[in-house]
């Protein structure tokens, strides 16, 4: 009769622990959108994250950021990439469906940005333009808020809003946020 009772409750134990449902901590996520670059011109942004959510009011991620020209009307054009590492707080109550974030981080980025120019090539001839190209790399930082509404336990839908100093230039991604908890 003992080992009967032990083996129903070793049997149940499996049961129950099995039965539970884990909740994801790490996401990762896909961030199409715009930026707006100081006041040359509008670029094209796409991020991926990934992270960690560490209880309902904190979550840590890292970035890796591509950008390029989207305007052809500017002397501006440009394109490049970025890594940044960032924390957010959930600072209003933490609901199950939504939730609003704000956050900040540093990061590195390098740049390419050429800027077509008038001039002659000898001093003699018509004027041409000519492409001028120069890189940029350093550190950045930024400023997000973002929110998230929850479409089912693995997916989450958002807007982020961010405000990043580069090389005392100022960017404003605007993205949507694709969400898959891991």
Do not use: H
């Not at 970025?82 to 600072?91: E, K, P, R, T, V």
């Not at 077509?116 to 930082?141: C, H, K, M, W």
Request: glycine share 10%; charged share 15%; proline share 2%.
């Amino acid at each position: 009769m003992k080992q009967i009772i032990i083996t129903q409750v070793i049997l149940l134990t499996s049961i129950i622990s099995y039965a539970q449902i884990e909740k994801s901590l790490n996401f990762i996520s896909i961030n199409p959108g715009v930026t707006i670059y100081d006041d040359d011109g509008l670029l094209a942004r796409n991020e991926v994250e990934l992270g960690r959510t560490f209880n309902r009011y904190f979550s840590a991620s890292a970035i890796l950021g591509f950008e390029t020209n989207l305007t052809t009307e500017s002397s501006f054009t440009g394109s490049g990439y970025d890594l940044s590492a960032n924390g957010y707080f959930n600072f209003l109550k933490p609901s199950k469906k939504s939730t609003l974030r704000i956050g900040g981080g540093l990061g590195f980025g390098k740049y390419t940005n050429t800027w077509n120019r008038l001039g002659s090539l000898n001093g003699f001839e018509d004027y041409v333009i000519i492409p001028l190209q120069t890189q940029t790399q350093g550190i950045l930082a930024n400023i997000s808020l973002e929110g998230t509404r929850k479409i089912s336990s693995k997916f989450e839908m958002g807007l982020t809003y961010t405000f990043r100093i580069f090389d005392a230039d100022s960017q404003i991604p605007v993205l949507l946020k694709f969400q898959i908890n891991l």
